[in-house]
């Protein structure tokens, strides 16, 4: 079972209304990756973390999104002004230390903004 | 674009036969792939990874990788209903410190 921990699970939100997710990775990973899954399975790669410092992130991101990963608190993602192409699964997921580590998901939180 | 391309985006064997997965990536950077499969409604979970060309099995699957042409492949003997999921192939750099580049994957049904 992961131990990568999501909330929520679901999440309702207007055109315009900001949507915030948390996440807590597994103990001792330093490494958390945010994925957006959108309706056709297609993966985007958001933002990565390395303890609590941005290591990349896209522009999309930079531009509409807050994301944090401070010490000894979840770390966060949240979307400033929710649009309807922002409805998709997010997925936290959080590896050790190095490229070839394995990375773990959480189970997700699905956004739909009406 | 894409830089991990699957196929085929759907896949329906009966059980107990054999499944064929494929996966190309168009980055020449990358050295590591991994296969994950995702059921309806969970998480992710990696089945398996490789780096090294040739060929690579743990149970009913085997992975094959081809460095040269940065193409790997998935295969599952013995189908069971259960391995009924998507499965994503995802690859990445040393350079790049872990993130994935994930295909669209590949949605496989076994009927029993």
């Known amino acids: 079972n992961s131990k990568v921990i999501q909330t929520p699970r679901y999440l309702v939100k207007g055109q315009g209304q900001k949507a915030k997710m948390r996440c807590i990775p597994e103990k001792g990973h330093p490494v958390v990756f945010w994925y957006q899954q959108n309706k056709n399975n297609e993966f985007k790669f958001l933002i990565n973390?390395?303890?609590?410092?941005?290591?990349?992130q896209i522009d999309m991101t930079e531009k509409r999104f807050s994301a944090e990963c401070p010490s000894n608190s979840p770390c966060s993602l949240e979307i400033q002004s929710s649009e309807a192409g922002d409805s998709a699964l997010y997925l936290c997921?959080?590896?050790?230390?190095?490229?070839?580590?394995?990375?773990?998901f959480g189970k997700g939180t699905r956004l739909t903004v009406v | 674009q894409q830089k991990v391309q699957q196929s085929p985006e759907s896949l329906i064997v009966p059980e107990g036969g054999m499944a064929s997965l494929n996966c190309t990536s168009s980055d020449r950077n990358v050295d590591y792939f991994w296969w994950y499969r995702q059921h309806s409604g969970k998480s992710p979970k990696m089945l398996m990874s490789i780096f090294s060309n040739g060929e690579k099995e743990e149970g009913r699957f085997t992975v094959h990788l081809n460095k040269a042409s940065l193409h790997t492949s998935l295969h599952i003997r013995d189908s069971q209903p259960s391995d009924s999921a998507l499965y994503l192939c995802a690859a990445n750099r040393g350079s790049a410190l872990g993130r994935l580049h994930f295909g669209a994957g590949t949605q496989l049904i076994v009927i029993p």
């Open positions: 973390f390395q303890n609590q410092e941005v290591l990349q």
């Open positions: 997921a959080s590896s050790g230390q190095g490229a070839h580590t394995e990375v773990f």
